[in-house]
C-alpha cells in the first residue's frame, strides 16, 4: 500500500493507493484529491498509471502532441502512461479529484469502449454528489485493510465509468465567441452583477438565444454561472484568510446578507461555509 499526504501551501494533496499484487506489474488502484496554483503543472508527462481526473473548480488547458483542450470545472481529462503531454493551471484557484488505475483495470474501461487516447478530454456535469462519491471513496480506502485492497477495485472502477459514459455522451463541445465573452465579463470581477441583457443589447445579441446557447454549451444558466464563479472566490478566500469573517466574505461578494451567500455556498459546494472551513 502506498499512502501519501503532504501539506503544502501551495500544492497540498491527499492520496490513496493500494497496490493489487507484484510491484513490478503496476497493478494499482488509487484516489486523491489535489490542489494547485496557477502554472505549469507538467510538461511532457508520462504518467506511472492511467488516471483520471475530475476538475472540481478552476480553469486550464491539456496538451497532447497537436491537440489542445480548455478545461474547466466539470471538465475530466485523462492520462495515460506512454503518452507524454502537458498540463497548466491557468487560474488562481484549481481542485481537482482523480482515480489511479494499473494496465489490467484500464484494459477493462477500454473493453466497455470508455477510455480512449483519441479522446482523453471531455465535459461532465457538475454535481456536488459527485465529489462526495470521491470522498466517500476516499474514506472506504482509508478504512479497507491491505489484505482486502481487491473490494476497493468494483467502487473506483463504476465511479470512472460513471464519468466516462457520461463524458462519452456529451461529446466535446465548442464554446462560442459569444458565450466566451460572455464568461470572461463575468469573470473579471465576481462581486459585480453584470446586466446581460443590456450587454446582449449592446452588442446586437439576442438575449433569449445568448442565454439558451451559454446554457447549452457550459452546463449552466448565466445566472448559475455567475454564481459558481463567486463560489470559486469564496473557497479560495475561505481557505488562504482564515481570519476573514463568513459575513464580511459575503458583502465582499456582493451579497447583502449572509443568508443569501451561505444558500449559494451550500448548493455548489455541498456544505456550508463554516463547514467547509472546518
Known sequence: MV??????????YRIQLRSLG???????????????????DHQNYDPPYYSLSFIISGEGTYRMGDEEYSLRE??????FPGHLHDTEVLSEVWEECFLDFGPSLRSS????GLCSIEH??????VDPHRQLRFKDLFDLFEKTTIDESTRLVPPALALAETCLREMKQNGRKIIS???????SLMEVDVSRRIPLEKVCLERGWNYESFRK?????TGFSPHQYAIRQ?????????MSQPSLSVTNLAMDLGYNNIYEFSRHFKQVVGVSPKIFRG
Not at 109 to 112: K, R, S, T, V, Y
Not at 120 to 125: K, L, R, V
Not at 213 to 217: I, R, V, Y
Open 3 to 12: 499512502n501519501k499526504s503532504q501539506t503544502d501551501e501551495e500544492r497540498p
Open 22 to 40: 507484484l510491484p513490478t506489474n503496476k497493478e494499482v488502484v488509487g484516489v486523491g484529491f489535489m490542489r494547485k496554483v496557477r502554472g505549469l
Open 74 to 79: 466539470g471538465s475530466v481529462f485523462q492520462r
Open 109 to 112: 474501461l477500454e473493453m466497455m
Open 120 to 125: 482523453p478530454c471531455g465535459q461532465i456535469s
Open 177 to 183: 465567441p459569444m458565450v466566451q465573452e460572455a464568461k
Open 213 to 217: 446557447s451559454f446554457k447549452a454549451q
Open 230 to 238: 463567486r463560489m470559486d472566490e469564496a473557497r479560495m478566500r475561505l
